[in-house]
């Protein structure tokens, strides 16, 4: 008798993405490559003179102003990586090779929908070790102002994301999901980033969003959404931050089982809430599927507390 093991997975193949950068306006490339189990998701530079490497944890995140940027993009680091992220981590894909020509992702359409086309397309592996959770024991809380930003214990994954913001055209709105493959295919990875006109112009000033435009990213005016499309959805706006939550926590290393909320959150504080847990062991624990041997034999002893292998989250 088969018996289902949940096993670490990668891409079936490599794949490659090409756009530019959404604050350099520079072109940038992205080759998707599979990795053996334990690896985890790894950025590397193609253009520096000597290979360099960043693992997508979040004690290599150095900036969340603008996005999410890991290591000093100068030398190793890469920057606007949560939209990948939350590809790779909504899909289940727990190990892959990111080589990529420069300091920025392409920004694509400003979500997560090319990312999940290319995994599609080559298809996912399944490795021969079970996949690790990162298990919520507590809840933990992140408070600024009047944002916050918790994790609780459970079964799932679910995210629970609220926004409000002081414009008519998107106001106060909420997405509440269980996350899965399908919901993350169907309901977020198409959900684009936003901003209003006015600061972005402000930004232009400043040298960053060079590459900003009505093809990577919504535009509100003052009383309007100036793309001709309109939204994707009524709700995109919190869609897209919920979609940056699950890039966000990805960076934990490793799946997380727990329930995320966030009220205003963003970049800032969805990095806060990993800081705030690695820092109590007692809030978490990281737990082990058994380890594929073979169709019908599966170690016994379910999920374990022990990790003996996956990338580390320490």
């Known amino acids: 008798m088969t018996t289902y093991v949940d096993r670490q997975t990668t891409l079936a193949d490599q794949v490659t993405l090409t756009g530019i950068g959404v604050h350099s306006g520079e072109p940038a490339s992205i080759t998707l490559l599979p990795a053996d189990a334990g690896v ?10 000597t290979s360099t490497e960043v693992p997508a944890l979040w004690n290599k995140v150095s900036a969340t102003a603008l996005c999410t940027v890991l290591g000093d993009p100068s030398k190793e680091g890469v920057s606007t990586v949560e939209h990948l992220m939350a590809a790779l981590f909504g899909m289940g894909i727990d190990n892959v090779i990111a080589e990529i020509d420069g300091p920025e992702m392409p920004i694509m359409d400003g979500s997560s929908k090319a990312f999940v086309d290319a995994i599609e397309q080559v298809g996912v592996k399944k490795l021969d070790r079970g996949r690790r959770y990162l298990k919520i024991k507590k809840t933990v809380r992140v408070d600024n102002g009047g944002a916050w930003c918790e994790l609780h214990p459970h079964s799932g994954t679910k995210f629970d994301i609220t926004i409000d913001f002081d414009t008519p ?27 209003r006109v006015k600061d972005v112009e402000q930004l232009w000033k400043m040298g960053f969003a060079l590459g900003s435009s009505l093809e990577n990213s919504v535009a509100i005016g003052d009383d309007k959404v100036l793309n001709p499309e309109g939204t994707r959805w009524p709700d995109e706006f919190a869609r897209h931050k919920a979609l940056d939550a699950v890039g966000d926590l990805a960076l934990a290393g490793l799946p997380i089982l727990g329930l995320y909320r966030s009220y205003k959150g963003g970049h800032k504080m969805n990095h806060s809430i990993l800081v705030k847990l690695f820092e109590d062991p007692s809030a978490f624990e990281i737990v082990e599927a058994p380890a594929y041997r073979q169709v019908g034999q599966v170690e016994k002893g379910g999920l374990a507390a022990a990790a003996a292998f996956g990338p580390d989250v320490s």
């Not at 985890?40 to 003179?49: K, S």
């Open 169 to 195: 055209l998107i106001g106060r709105q909420q997405f509440v999901s269980d996350l899965t493959p399908e919901v993350f295919r169907e309901d977020l990875c198409r959900a684009r980033t936003f901003g």
């Open 40 to 49: 985890g998701i790894i950025f590397t530079r193609t253009d520096q003179e």
